[in-house]
């Protein structure tokens, strides 16, 4: 059964739960903001039935959205439960972080209070980990992460698609979803905020000075950032009010921040991305300078201010901060990437960093022969061009008279001589390792110890290596090593260094354990594929093993 440890599993979640996110901030009122927080848990966290409960003015709480069953939505939609007995739910069960959760066992309690429930029958678990049909989870939505400032309200699923209560990473997908919807539910309130005021601006022409009085209050104590800049002319984009969450969120006074355009605080990296945001209705995730250099990084939304004489004059810019959620990707892209024990990259990644070197090209094509031919000419003649006045492609086989596709900029690999001699060729050698003697220390001192051997053995590997170079755990006791720009010699060298490097002791809980190391070399070439080089070096690592076996016994005998 696949298991949300599988790397492309949860690589699936990940890009789920950013497809779910990003339409969080697509709807245009709070109840599409509300209704697709409930469909969000449906189609990217993988359950069959979502509740949205919202807290009112009056404390209650009211089922504002449903999904997943046109039953329950007809049940529950419109109905509240009292605080006290919300309260209550949210003080029972486990705490899965900021989750609530209730299982059967507990929950039975709750059955006659006034909270609107909706359960199916369904058969009794026969495993532990089993989801009940009576179990309940909670997702409570704050206005700060970490289950901190006011509760916004409580999002409640049921039924796992997979039948089974969440794992680890099924929690923090579900917390972090929570986060994330608590804080597109305020910008919809923001937004519904700021709209009645813009309406006002248009139609109370009489009370001109009120309804500015309103915009300064909104646009003063938002509790994101947000920037009128000016729009048109020499000085576009130059900022010309700020309010205070926006200088507080880049550590800048209010008359310093005139002296600037987003352009001019923008990443360098991401100063295309600006480019490119439209003025009305543009959105744009990237990074703004703070005043001590370092970068945050944020969302920007566009609107226009139009001057019903002069047409548009001014450009309103909303800055969401979201660099808690670009840490919690990074982190989620981390762990889908990398071992969880040493911290290496993993299978997957060593696969898409191998294969990103390589194409389908064979070296000594007619391609290579004819880009040989183009760039290898005297440095004094115009290049692609031959003395005797022929083109560069005349002579070759296949090639009479019509030109190759044009070069593709890729650096192509070719692997050095196969022999004992070094004929001073580099390459990307690729170094399969295989730990010898690891089987017996963890069948003889338990698994932790074997843990502990594989933690250190990774240290040792990666300190043996140069930037640059990478070293994977491909699984097991299984590591390889891509070092570029080595030749026959040089490889053989780097197998020697990083297997004297393993042999030490390592001493964990008290006592010195050893391994050894058996290496297989092999090279990355154009024309294989990333299985193929993996293959190749891992057979030359078991005749290297089976090698040094034969010795030893002939050593011993």
Not at 71 to 94: C, D, I, N, P, V
Not at 95 to 116: A, N, Q, S, Y
Not at 353 to 374: E, K
Request: proline share 5%; aromatic share 6%; hydrophobic share 40%.
């Amino acid at each position: 059964m696949e298991t949300e440890s599988e790397p492309y599993v949860r690589l699936a979640t990940l890009r789920q739960l950013h497809q779910v996110v990003a339409e969080l901030n697509t709807a245009r009122s709070l109840a599409d903001t509300l209704q697709t927080v409930a469909d969000g848990a449906i189609n990217g966290l993988g359950y069959e039935l979502a509740a949205v409960n919202l807290v009112r003015p009056d404390g209650d709480l009211v089922v504002a959205a449903v999904a997943g069953s046109a039953g329950a939505e007809a049940l529950m939609a419109g109905r509240a439960g009292s605080r006290t007995s919300w309260e209550r739910r949210l003080a029972m069960g486990e705490r899965w972080g900021d989750l609530i959760f209730i299982p059967h066992t507990e929950g039975w309690v709750l059955d006659d209070d006034d909270v609107p429930q909706w359960h199916t029958a369904g058969p009794v678990p026969r495993f532990p980990d089993e989801w009940h049909p009576m179990d309940r989870l909670f997702a409570p939505m704050y206005t700060a992460s970490n289950g901190g400032g006011e509760l916004l309200g409580v999002i409640s699923v049921d039924r796992p698609r997979n039948g089974r209560r969440p794992g680890p990473w099924g929690q923090e997908a579900l917390q972090m979803y929570a986060f994330q919807s608590a804080i597109a539910i305020s910008n919809a309130r923001l937004r519904a905020n700021m709209q009645r005021a813009l309406v006002r601006l248009e139609r109370e022409q009489q009370a001109l000075r009120a309804s500015e009085e309103s915009f300064r209050q909104a646009f003063e104590y938002a509790p994101s950032g947000m920037a009128v800049a000016e729009m048109g002319g020499d000085q576009h984009g130059r900022l010309l009010r700020t309010n205070d969450a926006l200088c507080r969120l880049l550590g800048r006074p209010a008359s310093g921040m005139r002296r600037y355009s987003f352009s001019d605080l923008v990443h360098p990296e991401d100063i295309g991305t600006l480019l490119r945001t439209s003025a009305e209705g543009g959105r744009a995730e990237l990074r703004l300078a703070r005043r001590d250099g370092t970068y945050v990084w944020v969302s920007l939304r566009n609107s226009v201010v139009a001057d019903t004489a002069d047409g548009p004059r001014f450009l309103l810019t909303h800055v969401e901060d979201i660099e808690e959620r670009k840490r919690h990707e990074l982190q989620l892209a981390h762990r889908a990437s990398h071992d969880s024990l040493t911290g290496l990259p993993n299978s997957a990644e060593l696969r898409a960093r191998l294969g990103a070197r390589l194409c389908s090209r064979t070296p000594g094509s007619m391609a290579d022969a004819y880009a040989s031919r183009v760039l290898h000419t005297d440095p004094h003649e115009a290049p692609g061009f031959r003395p005797d006045g022929k083109e560069p492609f005349d002579g070759l086989d296949g090639f009479e008279g019509v030109p190759p596709a044009p070069f593709d900029h890729h650096v192509h690999l070719v692997a050095p001589a196969d022999g004992p001699a070094d004929d001073g060729s580099k390459g990307l050698a690729v170094l399969f390792c295989d730990l010898d003697g690891f089987k017996s220390i963890n069948d003889r001192f338990g698994h932790n110890t074997g843990d502990a051997v594989l933690i250190e053995v990774a240290r040792r590997l990666t300190s043996g290596v140069r930037d640059g170079d990478t070293v994977a755990r491909l699984g097991g006791d299984e590591f390889v090593v891509l070092a570029d720009g080595l030749g026959t010699a040089d490889a053989q060298d780097l197998a020697v260094r990083l297997r004297n490097a393993i042999i030490p002791p390592i001493r964990v809980e008290g006592r010195a354990v050893r391994v050894g190391a058996s290496f297989g070399i092999g090279w990355a070439s154009c024309g294989m594929t990333a299985e193929e080089v993996l293959e190749s070096a891992d057979q030359r690592m078991y005749v290297e093993k089976r090698s040094r076996s034969k010795a030893n016994r002939r050593a011993a005998g």
